[in-house]
């Protein structure tokens, strides 16, 4: 089945189109024929797109809006000179990405009018994400009436943590009324990494012994511990704000400390916002980028601020890891994972740093090797085993949605 993957935001719209059914998600043979990107570069909407056996075409399209960016990209797959498909009748289902489900979905499922409402319902929640992602929907359904559309959350693979780990310590009532606990977020690249981590150990991922730990590393970053494949823990919590120092975000802060900048700074609720999630983490730092790579460079060449902002993102990692160890009881096996995680040797060896008596350690030729790519980098006979894991969220979104478009259990 030929499953178009969709990711929207506000003023843009990633997509791609995934050949996938049940022989090749078993064998990790599905293939991604096609994948471009619209995004609104100030007030003009600009198409990138690649696909197998055709140059990239970048193409500016006019004022940006959803339905528009999927008729084009419908456009450029179906087209004879960039296209892979011939009709777009060849597409048997949309997957999309929502980022919020709250506590209604705990998996990814079919799109109708309740799923919707659940959606709505829970835009307090993501006020930036969920009405994007209701967009792109609607475009969607509106081009592509005949596909079955199906919705798969960051959130949902988080809601198998148990009261202790999603629960804060603020009355309860607060929980019952408002609903504030811990979601998690990134949930589709846990799910993804952890399974191959389970084919790499040769174990079933739903094996109640299998102990992993997940590290998802980018702009956005969050760790997820996970039991039989299942996630007991994540470090994101209401908001993706909470957890690890990220690009812009500064993770994990007493609130009194904000609320004592708020009072001498004289900020408002949307000020206090904007320093937390955009002028904070890496960037807030260092002064200099959010940017890892960035960063990395300066630090060679002497920049102190570079260096202490990459030492308290691996600290604050580290910790993660640590305490992950303790709340699954041991560790069968650590993976790494997103643009950082997968791409930067020197943050994965100082984050392992001292883990060495949990089991946890690199071979420095292994890490050093493995860029971009597949790869184990523990040393021969660890106790524990270290994985980089390219991340695909597009792939599972598209694995559920030839799943649940099919009547199949699982995948």
Request: charged share 25%; glycine share 12%; aromatic share 6%.
């Amino acid at each position: 089945m030929k499953v178009l993957v969709l990711n929207c935001g506000s003023s843009s719209l990633k997509f791609q189109l995934i050949e996938t059914d049940e022989q090749t998600a078993r064998e990790g043979t599905d293939r991604t024929l096609a994948k471009g990107l619209v995004e609104d570069t100030g007030g003009t909407a600009t198409l990138h797109y690649e696909a197998e056996g055709r140059k990239p075409l970048r193409d500016a399209i006019g004022a940006f809006q959803h339905k528009t960016a999927v008729e084009k990209a419908l456009a450029v797959l179906t087209d004879p000179e960039t296209g892979v498909i011939p009709h777009k009748d060849e597409i048997g289902a949309v997957g999309h990405r929502v980022v919020h489900g709250g506590e209604r979905f705990k998996t990814s499922v079919l799109i109708d009018e309740g799923v919707i409402d659940g959606i709505e319902a829970n835009i307090a929640l993501a006020p930036l994400h969920n009405p994007a992602n209701l967009q792109g929907y609607r475009a969607a359904r509106a081009v592509l009436p005949d596909a079955p559309q199906v919705a798969v959350f960051d959130t949902s693979f988080h809601q198998t943590m148990p009261p202790e780990a999603y629960l804060y310590a603020l009355p309860y009532d607060q929980y019952q009324r408002f609903g504030i606990r811990r979601f998690g977020f990134h949930g589709t690249s846990h799910r993804f990494v952890s399974g191959r981590a389970a084919v790499l150990l040769g174990r079933p991922l739903d094996d109640p012994g299998l102990r992993l730990i997940t590290c998802h590393l980018g702009n956005g970053a969050s760790v997820c511990a996970i039991r039989g494949g299942r996630s007991v823990d994540t470090s994101m919590g209401f908001t993706p704000l909470e957890g690890l120092v990220m690009g812009t975000r500064c993770g994990d802060l007493d609130p009194a400390a904000l609320l004592y900048l708020m009072g001498r700074e004289e900020l408002g609720a949307a000020e206090a916002s904007a320093l937390m999630n955009k002028r904070s983490g890496l960037l807030g730092l260092s002064g200099l980028s959010h940017d890892m790579r960035t960063l990395l460079e300066a630090e060679e060449k002497g920049n102190d601020r570079a260096r202490l902002a990459i030492d308290v993102f691996c600290y604050r990692l580290r910790k993660y890891i640590a305490s992950y160890v303790g709340a699954l009881g041991g560790v069968d096996a650590l993976v790494f994972a997103g643009g950082i995680g997968e791409n930067s040797p020197p943050v994965r060896e100082r984050s392992l740093h001292g883990l060495d008596a949990l089991g946890l350690t690199a071979d420095p030729a292994r890490n050093e090797a493995a860029r971009g790519t597949e790869a184990e980098i523990s040393p021969d006979g660890a106790r524990s085993r270290v994985f980089v894991i390219p991340t695909d969220e597009e792939l599972l979104i598209a694995r559920d949605s030839f799943r649940i478009v099919s009547g199949l259990s699982g995948l």
